[in-house]
């Protein structure tokens, strides 16, 4: 304990400048760097960085060494022989690509319609119709279930035999089974999500709009603009920076949605036109113990969100908001 004290009574020690009038004193750049914002924030956010350091970017680093390996789930990993057979094997499997294609046409398909769907919603509530909090507590509503819950309300309501939505289009002879139907089982997957999600979309909308000055409104309506014309051309070019936000977020929701492929069709084989690249992740590894061949399905999504996420973060990291 006294070595520790005198360490630290000697990084106080002044170094001497000669000059013409005497010596004057200098704090020692150790001690200076000791009083820095960043060694004396370094309590705050250095277990943190040690912790996501460890369990988050080592974890993928991990993942990608398994990948190049043949692991299949029995012994330990043989790193001697690391190749990229596994991503060429991606390459020539087919279900890989009908798995990538309706990933893709789910991202952007769940997208863009809770992008659009909550534009109308926020603009509706932001004109301040009547009962506009009830609605927006509504069409929040479905937003704060789990993905579970929600898998089980919609997998009720596609039930081709007593389904409220068969119900319905029975009225006009009309009863599929959506979600057997390799033609709709997409569609009614997005369908789901979308009303799950659109209420967010709304939300983050419905701020940016409540963020812009009324006098803007009384301009564009001095000026004769109606109220479509106002809106496109005055209000919705000004929530560029919202959509972007929702957009991330959306995009990001859209590839995690395995939860509720799982829950919606029982197990990690969804329907005949409703793989995605999760759920076939999750069965090469649990179902068929390709571990090595699960990892590298794995670091493609990562891939995937890292391309989505990464231009946004750049950005706000350029305007200064990061």
Known sequence: MKRLVAFLRSIRDKRRVQTDGGTVTERSSTRSWLDSDFVQSMPFW?????????????????????????????????YS?????????????????????????????????????????????DREIRFGRSFRTIYLLPFSLSFIVTAKFWQWMYNSQDGIINQFF????????????PRLVLGSVI????????????????????????????????????????????????????????????????????????AIFGGYRPRQGADILATKMMREGFNSSEWAYS??????????????????????????NL
Do not use: H
């Open 191 to 262: 369908i789901a999500l979308i009303w799950q999600f659109s209420g967010y979309a709304m939300v983050i909308y419905l701020a940016a709009l409540r963020s812009i000055p009324s006098e803007q409104y009384e301009a564009a309506r001095v000026d004769g603009a109606g109220t479509l014309r106002m809106y496109w051309r005055v209000i919705v070019p000004q929530l560029k920076p919202a959509m972007v936000s929702a957009t991330v977020t959306l995009v990001l929701f859209a590839l995690k949605a395995f939860d509720f492929l799982y």
């Open 295 to 320: 990892s590298a399905i794995g670091l493609t999504l990562f891939v995937l969100s890292l391309a989505v996420i990464a231009p946004y973060l750049y950005t706000e990291y350029k305007r200064g």
């Open 46 to 78: 250095g277990p943190p960085l040690v912790l996501m350091g460890f369990f988050v970017y080592a974890a993928i680093g991990w993942n990608f060494l398994l990948s190049l390996t043949n692991y299949s789930g029995f012994g330990e990993p043989d």
């Open 81 to 125: 022989n690391l190749t990229l057979s596994n991503y060429l094997r991606m390459l020539e499997d087919p279900a890989i690509w009908d798995a990538t294609r309706n990933t893709l046409v789910l991202l952007v398909a769940f997208t863009v319609a809770c992008l659009a769907i909550g534009l109308v919603l926020a603009i509706l509530l």
């Open 170 to 181: 029975g009225l006009f002879g009309f009863t599929p089974d959506w979600l057997a139907d």
